[in-house]
């Protein structure tokens, strides 16, 4: 769990310290706050960070890379147990980005677990969002510079317009090609199915076939199957009513005579009579179908094969494409809007090679217009990086961004971007990632961050200044203070020329207590900021050693030596054990 502010000690504490207009408002928002737990021989530690250079110093192996070790598990950097406090169960990390919290906790176990502002996320999550804030260069990460891919976007970076229109027009070309290639390499398949989709297609619609048909078809085939037998029927109806010698119209004529002179004399019976009349006259209506029914005892051959023939080819459809004539229909749809895509295909395979043509015309373009502003600011970045190169300890130095086509279009351009460089008078140019020493990358890569700016808020500096000294430490010094004024920035340090540009100078101490290895970290006062300058001078506090550091200090440190007097030192806005 995040933990949020602790109550303070009032005798060694004192308010967080503000944040100074330096930082660009549109950088985003700064480190505030760092809090480490259990981190190599860091029992518990609390610093408060303001805008501008904060420095780190202290003694030979007194753990001044703790911190940037800290911060890098923020930024994701790969967990191991060796780092937690020896006898403790796990370290925490935890971030402040004034409302905005991180942390990260690392167990004896192994186990890393990342939160944002308490909710538990994906250490890439973790990752992603930290590297929007905070950048480190380690001692010995400068070596990215070395790859074609970095060298390239710093250039890059300069022209977001012409990426940008080269970045669009080359997804448009290669997702055309790739659709294009597609149909091609399923042009066999495509065939076989366009045969098989036509022939199902046509044998549904040949039959055309209509829901309920098949029920009255069945009833006319059952009928024509057994004409003799209907026929046989109707004429022994026939016998009964009418043709035998004793018939049911001769009884029913009988009967309506026998009632002519009762119906007379009673209504009644008169009523029954004229009912017998109506049944009689039924029965001879009945009687003549009858004889038609009889006399039709012959099928009619063509008839009965039509109408075997339409139920066969309706079984048929449903056999392989029901079970029922609406399946049937329901499978020709379909059949016919994957005939329609396919088709489409068909035409846009015919098509999309002049398509692909057009995009690969417009990429070419599009490439050119890019390549020509590589050209056109290529020589004048260079120049403005070699001016501060030359600043850090490298009079000599030369740097070129040179351009070589590619033998197809990629997806940043139709060239590659190489940095090329030399730091020795007579030497040919030459790729930066044959002839540069770490210390030179180093020194590369402060200059990079100071004309173009850093990615994020915050930039910390890992002993960038390793292997300098004098003129040239001066020179790191101010361009670190230049790049100070529009981002915060952290440095790790034993230059005494860089620690008296800071802003925050904070002090890495480590000592035995109890019989175990504790590392404090201090923000110093000015007198005790004074006599750590003179130690990194002189390697003494001597009165000479104080008078030099009180001149790199400038003109509050001078006028204090010439009164005799000490300037007041504040509350230190740090702690730790």
């Known amino acids: ?17 503000p944040v100074a207009p330096a930082l660009a408002a549109d950088a985003g928002p700064p480190l505030t706050r760092l809090e480490v737990r259990n981190l190599a021989t860091i029992q518990m530690l609390d610093l408060h ?8 110093t202290g003694e ?21 147990t060796d780092l937690i406090r020896t006898g403790e169960d796990d370290l925490l990390v935890t971030g402040f980005w004034n409302d905005d919290v991180a942390s990260r906790r690392v167990t004896s176990q192994g186990r890393s677990t990342a939160r944002l502002d308490g909710e538990v996320v994906t250490l890439r999550e973790l990752q992603d969002w930290a590297q929007r804030r905070l950048t480190i260069h380690w001692q010995h990460s400068a070596v990215s510079l070395l790859g074609p891919a970095n060298q390239r976007a710093l250039l890059d970076r300069q022209l977001p317009a012409e990426l940008g229109a080269y970045t669009a027009a080359y997804r448009a070309w290669t997702d055309a090609r790739a659709r294009l290639e597609a149909l091609r390499a399923s042009e066999r ?51 009964l009513l009418s043709d035998g010698d004793e018939n049911a119209l001769g009884f029913l004529a009988e009967a309506v005579r026998s009632l002519n002179v009762s119906a007379r004399y009673d209504e009644t019976t008169a009523q029954l009579q004229r009912e017998l009349r109506e049944a009689l006259d039924s029965v001879q209506a009945v009687t003549g179908e009858l004889r038609a029914v009889a006399e039709d005892q ?57 398509d692909v043509a057009a995009l690969h015309a417009d990429l070419l373009r599009a490439g050119a217009a890019l390549d020509t502003a590589r050209q056109d600011r290529a020589a004048p970045l260079a ?29 940043h351009g139709l060239s590659d971007v190489t940095l090329h460089f030399t730091a020795n008078p007579g030497e040919d140019l030459a790729p930066l990632a044959d002839v540069a020493s770490g210390g030179e990358l180093s020194r590369v890569m402060l200059a990079i961050s100071t004309v173009l700016g850093a990615d994020t808020p915050a930039v910390v500096f890992d002993e960038v200044d390793a292997g300098i000294g004098g003129g ?44 175990r290895t504790v590392s404090r970290v201090r923000l110093l006062p000015p007198e005790e900021r004074l006599h750590e300058i003179a130690r990194m001078l002189s390697g003494n506090t001597s009165e000479a050693a104080l008078r030099h550091a009180r001149e790199l200090l400038g003109p509050a440190h001078a006028s204090a030596d010439a009164a005799g007097t000490d300037p007041a030192a504040p509350e230190p806005a740090s702690s730790a054990r």
């Open 60 to 80: 030979t192996g007194a753990g001044k890379s703790i911190i940037v070790d800290a911060l890098g598990l923020l930024l994701g950097s790969r967990s191991n």
């Open 189 to 239: 398949e495509r065939a076989r199915q366009l045969d098989l989709l036509q022939f199902q297609a046509a044998e549904i619609t040949e039959v055309n076939p209509t829901p309920g048909e098949e029920e009255p078809l069945q009833a006319d085939l059952n009928r024509l199957a057994n004409l003799e037998s209907i026929a046989q029927g109707a004429a022994g109806a026939i016998t």
């Open 1 to 17: 769990m995040i933990r949020k502010a602790r109550p303070r000690d009032e005798t060694t504490q004192t308010a967080p310290l």
């Open 383 to 411: 120049a403005e990086l070699v001016a501060v190169i030359r600043q850090l300890g490298m009079p000599h130095a030369r740097l070129e961004f040179r351009l070589h086509a590619l033998t197809e279009p990629g997806a």
């Open 49 to 56: 960070f303001g805008a501008g250079l904060s420095v780190f």
């Open 472 to 515: 040239a430490a001066l020179a790191v010094a101010a361009q670190l203070r230049h790049l100070a004024q529009a981002r915060q920035v952290f440095v790790v340090t034993h230059l005494a020329q860089i620690a008296a540009q800071a802003d925050h100078h904070y002090k890495v101490e480590k000592s035995v207590e109890d019989g």
């Open 298 to 354: 012959a099928p009619d051959p063509e008839e009965l094969a039509r109408v075997e023939a339409r139920l066969g080819a309706l079984g048929k459809l449903r056999a392989k494409y029901g079970p029922a004539l609406e399946d049937v229909l329901t499978f020709q749809a379909q059949v016919e809007q994957e005939l329609a895509a396919l088709t489409r295909d068909e035409q846009d395979a015919g098509t999309l090679d002049a």
